[in-house]
């Protein structure tokens, strides 16, 4: 296997951030500038006409995808990246990477299921960028991957 | 009431291996269901986890008080002893977050804990990228390994068996007493796996 060389990653100014579930580095390895950065949210969409399964799939594939591309190309250590989504009528996807492949499972209904309404539950941790860097950078990949459904 | 701790990074895989644990918990008792409950710690505002595992039909309680280093052990016992005192279940499943020392969590659930007639704590280890995070996060990785009474090195369809093997020999050098097995969560686990959950130590 590849060795891989990883750039040494500036401690978060935040440090021991309890509120945030963000332990400072010593306290996860040991080893001083290794602290995740971590997005996770809850995002409601809702499109004025119903949306198919696969397509909203393959939409946040596609966002999985840039998320990890851009991780890649900035030499970060992808922790894990993980996507729940829930349609209307309760059919689920679940994404999950942790850098290399992407996992895509789903509830038997969901690639037949049309809805108009998801609830997109994404975390992703990654250590190297600043916890702002990180959320501007998600948040803009998802809302790219939305805007570009047309029901 | 038997408490099986998952330890490993994050992405090794804790989750399915879960799911798949409960399901034969399940189905090994027929019609009559275990009494089990699965708790989780997730890094994070939301969890996607326990959704997860809810979406398979599985009792879920989340720990989101504190985070993973102070309070967590605290909460986990509270939450440990209220469900001997109120439920309980003949099994609990705690999944920590994929930063978490395994060690500190038996310490305090030892000393704390109520009802809890054994403890297994299986190590999960990603063979895909162990390589990688053996070199990164050294600490963590043998912190997690050197607590499991079982180990399963799981994605080893993912590597070569010269890489397996040399996974197995590091592995093995971190923990001489567990024993260790290569699984792949995504192509099913022998059930006869799951069979040495209940021989693990007293508590």
């Known amino acids: ?151 | 009431m038997k408490l099986v701790i998952f330890g490993g990074f994050l992405g090794s895989g804790k989750t399915s291996l879960i799911l798949s644990l409960a399901h034969h918990l399940v189905n090994r008792e027929g019609s009559e269901k275990p009494s089990l409950v699965i708790l989780e710690n997730e890094i994070g505002e939301v969890g996607i986890d326990n959704k997860v595992l809810q979406a398979g039909g599985f009792s879920v309680k989340e720990l989101f008080a504190g985070c993973i280093c102070c309070t967590l052990t605290a909460d986990l016992v509270t939450t440990l002893n209220d469900l001997h005192e109120k439920i309980q279940p003949k099994w609990v499943i705690f999944e920590p977050t994929g930063l978490a020392y395994p060690k500190k969590i038996i310490e305090t659930v030892n000393q704390y804990g109520k009802g809890i007639e054994r403890i297994v704590v299986i190590a999960v280890v990603d063979a895909e990228r162990w390589e990688e995070l053996t070199e990164i996060t050294p600490g963590l990785i043998e912190g997690q390994v050197s607590s499991g009474d079982l180990i399963l090195i799981n994605k080893c369809d993912l590597v070569d068996g010269v890489a397996l093997q040399a996974i197995r020999e590091q592995v093995r050098a971190m923990n001489p007493r567990a024993e260790i097995l290569e699984v792949s969560a995504t192509s099913g686990i022998d059930t006869r796996i799951w069979g040495k959950v209940d021989e693990g130590p007293e508590a």
């Open chain 1, 1 to 151: 296997m590849k060795v891989l060389k990883r750039k040494t990653v500036a401690l978060s100014p935040q440090g021991h951030a309890h509120g945030q579930h963000r332990p400072s580095a010593e306290e996860l390895f040991h080893a001083p500038g290794e602290s995740p950065a971590v997005y996770s949210i809850t995002k409601p969409v809702a499109f004025a006409q119903g949306v198919g399964g696969t397509h909203f799939a393959a939409a946040m594939i596609r966002c999985v995808e840039g998320v990890r591309d851009w991780a890649a190309h900035q030499r970060h250590l992808v922790g894990h990246i993980k996507v729940f989504i829930e349609n209307g009528s309760k059919d689920h996807l679940w994404l999950a990477s942790t850098g290399k492949r992407i996992s895509v499972q789903s509830s038997p209904g969901w690639d037949a299921a049309v809805s108009e309404t998801f609830q997109v539950h994404f975390t992703a941790i990654i250590f190297g960028p600043g916890q702002d860097h990180l959320e501007e950078i998600v948040a803009e990949h998802i809302q790219r991957e939305l805007s570009s459904i047309q029901p």
